[in-house]
T-cell receptor, first 110, second 115 residues
Framework: RKEVEQDPGPFNVPEGATVAFNCTYS??????FFWYRQDCRKEPKLLMS???SGNEDGRFTAQLNRASQYISLLIRDSKLSDSATYLC???????????FGRGTSLIVHP | EAGVTQSPTHLIKTRGQQATLRCSPI?????VYWYQQALGLGLQFLLW???????NRGNFPPRFSGRQFPNYSSELNVNALELEDSALYLC??????????????FGSGTRLTVV
């Protein structure tokens, strides 16, 4: 079983829709979690950190559920520019090496 | 402030040759991380250098090696290139006290094509 698993998608949604991605992790020692965005043939860019208390940044909300070992990303009012691959990342405490999921592809269409 | 810079942007090599990829970290950062992203696959951790030393290594054969220089820049060397080494190679850096709780900043990557 992979340490961090994501549904590869693609998620194909119209502009203005709300879309949610989940990501499960197997290492219960993971303490830090992140969402990255990666555009086609570009480097990943940090989107947001994920906390148990939830983290909101504009239209984006990230949540961590330790009991069920998953993290989520909610995007409200989707824009065409949100089309990208979203990578979830888990990192064990005391380790400098995070584990990346393979990513979930989002396509927002007019 | 300059970000993480990588060179070259693109590299085309023949099977069996050697490739050298370079990375300059963000000023003040002492750690450099290398990742491989093959088409359709996730980011695979390759190597971590900190203060000139190799601190951790991913599940890659010994023909993947590197080093970190006194100015904290780094080289990734891939010997005896194979077709499946074709990928985007990404470098990230972090400061001495960062536990990556703030996430990585990646360079724009080197796209290596082996023919």
């Amino acid at each position: 079983r992979k340490e961090v698993e994501q549904d590869p998608g693609p998620f194909n949604v119209p502009e203005g829709a709300t879309v949610a991605f989940n990501c499960t992790y197997s290492n219960s020692a993971s303490q830090s979690f992140f969402w990255y965005r990666q555009d086609c043939r570009k480097e990943p860019k940090l989107l947001m950190s994920v906390y148990s208390s939830g983290n909101e940044d504009g239209r984006f909300t990230a949540q961590l559920n330790r009991a069920s070992q998953y993290i989520s990303l909610l995007i409200r009012d989707s824009k065409l520019s949100d089309s990208a691959t979203y990578l979830c990342v888990g990192q064990p405490g005391g380790s400098y090496i995070p584990t990346f999921g393979r990513g979930t592809s989002l396509i927002v269409h007019p | 402030e300059a970000g993480v810079t990588q060179s070259p942007t693109h590299l085309i090599k023949t099977r069996g040759q050697q490739a050298t990829l370079r990375c300059s970290p963000i000023s003040g950062h002492t750690s450099v991380y290398w990742y491989q992203q093959a088409l359709g696959l996730g980011l695979q951790f390759l190597l971590w250098y900190d203060e000139g030393e190799e601190r951790n290594r991913g599940n890659f054969p010994p023909r993947f090696s590197g080093r970190q220089f006194p100015n904290y820049s780094s080289e990734l060397n891939v010997n005896a290139l194979e077709l499946e080494d074709s990928a985007l190679y990404l470098c990230a850096s972090s400061g001495r006290t960062v536990r990556a709780n703030y996430g990585y900043t990646f360079g724009s990557g080197t796209r290596l094509t082996v023919v």
